[in-house]
């Protein structure tokens, strides 16, 4: 099972939205609701910001949205902060149960 | 709240098993509908998931380390463990373990890292 594919990086200005794509197959993305995403801070552990594709968990800001479109997935962040900066990676649930994340894209808040 | 803590050694020589354990905290490794896992970061790259167990003994792995990987529960403790043999320097990453629940992974421990060294 190969991962997904994230560009290696994106950026943005302060206030503004920026969008991560994340392009699996009709074996994971294309085939099940079922992507995550996940902020990376270094030296931390990641954390859940979006679940079963465009849902939020308690407590993350309703500035990251999620949405997909046959085999791609996307995560949205608009109002673009300093502490957004990050590595976000995409996951998927895949055929026979398993899991695949993403490559996972750097996002620098310029 | 339910925290997750791994513990085991932080260096481990090439050919040799690297096992690791999850110790889950302020709640019960026994709950229904969650999937206990395990997840590593090589050093400056992206996440890998290993394998997740349901706290029945169920266990699903990664095709690409399935050979060489067991995870295993032990409910009475609250705990479960990674063992991956025959390691080699390709193994050194920070490896977390992670509650996992409708295939996302919504509690992390804070992660340790394994160095593969003679």
């Known amino acids: 099972q190969s991962a997904l594919t994230q560009p290696a990086s994106v950026s943005g200005s302060p206030g503004q939205s920026i969008t991560i794509p994340c392009t699996g197959t009709s074996s994971d993305v294309g085939s099940y609701n079922l992507v995550s995403w996940y902020q990376n801070h270094p030296g931390k552990a990641p954390k859940l910001m979006i679940y079963e594709g465009s849902k939020r968990p308690s407590g993350v800001s309703d500035r990251f949205s999620g949405s997909k479109s046959g085999n791609m997935a996307s995560l949205t962040i608009s109002g673009l902060q300093a502490e957004d900066e990050a590595d976000y990676y995409c996951c998927s649930y895949a055929d026979n149960r398993i899991v695949v994340f993403g490559g996972g894209t750097k996002l620098t808040v310029l | 709240q339910v925290q997750l803590q791994e513990s085991g050694p932080g260096l481990v020589k090439p050919s040799q098993t690297l096992s690791l354990t999850c110790t889950v905290s302020g709640g019960s490794i026994s709950s229904y509908g969650y999937h206990w896992s395990w997840i590593r970061q090589h050093p400056g790259k992206g996440l890998e998931w290993i394998g997740y167990i349901y706290y029945s003994g169920s266990t699903y792995y990664n095709p690409s380390l399935k050979s060489r990987v067991t995870i295993s529960v032990d409910a009475s403790k609250n705990q479960f463990s990674l063992k991956l043999s025959s390691v080699t320097a390709a193994d050194t990453a920070v490896y977390y373990c992670?509650?996992?629940?409708?295939?996302?992974?919504?509690?992390w421990g804070r992660g340790t890292l394994v160095t593969v060294s003679s």
């Open positions: 992670a509650r996992e629940k409708g295939y996302s992974f919504d509690l």
